[in-house]
Structure formats: structure tokens, C-alpha cells
């Protein structure tokens, strides 16, 4: 059996979108943006499964207790569902746990407009900022950056998963 045909406009949309990333850079930058939001979506989905199955708790069960429906659920877990924080949210609450949203700083921070004497901050490619100070990262710093905030990040992640065991065993 073959896949199904890809519409022909979506088909033009994903060859619109392709040449407007090779074109300019702020639409390829946006466009890893945008990989990286689904990336971090997919984790997610599947940290929420993983806990589901862990409490031995299946979709019909899951629903019940949310007030949605087991497709629902399922749409949440597969990603074609909306994962919104309040749905993650709620997904938490009824598998025991409480989401605790950790922001750190980027490697592209720079400031794009003061407020109250303060910089605000946003992304943008290669460059770390406050204020009036600008540093440029190498490409090849940026990857190691990465690489050690996602290595930081789960052992973070360890280290809360097994204090949050502690405390659970003192209860």
C-alpha cells in the first residue's frame, strides 16, 4: 500500500516556505525556531505519556478524570491535539505531579527595547546582550552551549525527579 498523495497546495505551501528559508534569514531563523518549539512539544507529549503509563493509568482512565474524551487524550499524547499549558497543566495535576516551567537564558539573547530603564530581551542568531554590551558567539560556541544546557538541563531534571522521590518516601 503507497502513502497517501500530498495536496498539491500543501505541496506549494512547503515549496513557498522552502524558498523563502533559503531566501532570507530571518525565515530560516524562524524556521529553526519553529523546529525546535516542535521539538520540545514531542518531548513533552512523550514525557506525559511515559508518565501516564508509569502510574499504570490508561487513556479511557486519564479522560475521565480530565472531562474530556479518550480521543482527546490521545490527540494531546500524538501531537496533533492542543498542548497549551493549560493542558499541560491538567494532564500533570491528574498524573500527581505539579509542571514547573524552567526558562533559562539563550545564547541569542539581545536587548530590543527598554522598559523602565531595564532591557528587555529577545532572541536573535549568534549574539548575547544586555544594554549597551553586545558579545558575539562563534557558531562553534553556540552548539557547545547548547550541548551543555541540555546536559545541565537533565541533570536537573534527575536531580528533582529523585527529590521529589525523597519527599514522597517521607510522607
Known amino acids: 500500500m503507497?502513502?497517501?498523495?500530498?495536496?498539491?497546495?500543501?505541496?506549494?505551501?512547503?515549496?513557498?516556505?522552502?524558498?523563502?528559508?533559503?531566501?532570507?534569514?530571518?525565515?530560516?531563523?524562524?524556521?529553526?525556531?519553529?523546529?525546535?518549539?516542535?521539538?520540545f512539544c514531542r518531548s513533552v507529549r512523550a514525557d506525559l505519556r511515559s508518565l501516564r503509563k508509569q502510574r499504570g493509568i490508561d487513556q479511557t482512565e486519564l479522560a475521565k478524570g480530565l472531562d474530556m474524551s479518550q480521543s482527546a487524550v490521545s490527540k494531546v499524547e500524538t501531537g496533533s491535539g492542543d498542548l497549551g499549558l493549560k493542558t499541560l497543566h491538567r494532564f500533570a495535576d491528574a498524573l500527581g505531579f505539579?509542571?514547573?516551567?524552567?526558562?533559562?537564558?539563550?545564547?541569542?539573547?539581545?536587548?530590543?527595547?527598554?522598559?523602565?530603564?531595564?532591557?528587555?530581551?529577545?532572541?536573535?542568531?549568534?549574539?548575547?546582550?544586555?544594554?549597551?554590551?553586545?558579545?558575539?558567539?562563534?557558531?562553534?560556541?553556540?552548539?557547545?552551549i547548547e550541548d551543555t544546557e541540555s546536559k545541565l538541563l537533565r541533570q536537573m531534571s534527575v536531580s528533582v525527579a529523585q527529590a521529589m522521590a525523597n519527599l514522597a518516601k517521607k510522607e
Open 2 to 39: 503507497s502513502a497517501p498523495k500530498t495536496p498539491k497546495a500543501v505541496a506549494g505551501v512547503r515549496s513557498l516556505r522552502e524558498r523563502l528559508e533559503q531566501l532570507s534569514p530571518v525565515h530560516a531563523s524562524v524556521a529553526e525556531t519553529s523546529k525546535k518549539a516542535e521539538s
Open 98 to 144: 505539579r509542571p514547573v516551567v524552567l526558562l533559562v537564558p539563550s545564547h541569542r539573547a539581545v536587548p530590543v527595547q527598554k522598559r523602565s530603564g531595564r532591557a528587555a530581551v529577545a532572541r536573535s542568531r549568534g549574539r548575547v546582550g544586555y544594554g549597551d554590551v553586545r558579545i558575539a558567539v562563534v557558531p562553534e560556541d553556540a552548539a557547545a
